[in-house]
Each structure stands twice: as C-alpha cells, then as structure tokens.
C-alpha cells in the first residue's frame, strides 16, 4: 500500500479473498455496467496510469472496503407459519409410495 492508500490490484484481490484475474473481470464487467454482486449492480472507483490508460492500476483501500461489505452475504431467517405438507404424503393415498418390492 502507498502512502495516500491506493493498492495494486494484487494487493486489492488478496484483500478480497479473489484472483488477480476475477478482479480484472470485475473492473471490465463494472466499467460496461454489468457487475452486479449479491443482486446489487456495482461500480468500482480506480485509478490507471499512462498516457493512454495502458499503465498499472491502483484501487483505492476505501473502495476495496466498500466492496468486502457489498460481498457480505446476510443469511435470511426462515419465516414461522404453517409447516408444509410431507412430500410422502399425499391426500387420497394410502399406500407407501415408490418402487414394489
């Protein structure tokens, strides 16, 4: 990490816990508006140096943050009701069902 917190992408994909290859697919996906993780569409912020963008690429540490949060998968409580019918039982029949024996 440099001094005003820009990471390699390297660094960047470490932090994630992805290849180095996954986030340079996510960087074209997000540049087209097609990267979308855990349902929410997303942009990533980051910087490409040279004359003509063909130089290295630094991602700022706040942005890599954002994007941990964005990753965090939030488990959805099953809601109380009426239990569901057993898929062994059906109405109307009153034999075990499957193969004869």
Request: aromatic letters at 8%; proline letters at 6%.
């Given at each position: 990490?440099?001094?005003?917190?820009?990471?390699?992408?390297?660094?960047?994909?470490?932090?994630?816990?992805?290849?180095?290859?996954?986030?340079?697919?996510?960087?074209?996906?997000?540049?087209?508006?097609?990267?979308?993780?855990?349902?929410?569409?997303?942009?990533?912020?980051?910087?490409?140096?040279?004359?003509?963008?063909?130089?290295?690429?630094?991602?700022?540490?706040?942005?890599?943050?954002r994007l941990l949060s964005l990753m965090l998968a939030k488990p959805i409580l099953p809601t109380v009701g009426v239990p569901?019918?057993?898929?062994?039982?059906?109405?109307?029949?009153?034999?075990?069902?499957?193969?004869?024996?």
């Open positions: 990490m440099t001094e005003i917190g820009l990471l390699s992408t390297r660094d960047a994909s470490r932090s994630l816990g992805i290849a180095t290859a996954t986030l340079y697919g996510w960087l074209g996906l997000s540049k087209q508006g097609r990267l979308v993780l855990n349902g929410q569409p997303v942009t990533i912020t980051y910087y490409q140096t040279g004359a003509r963008g063909q130089g290295r690429i630094r991602i700022p540490a706040g942005e890599v943050d569901s019918v057993r898929a062994h039982f059906f109405p109307g029949i009153t034999v075990p069902l499957g193969r004869p024996r």
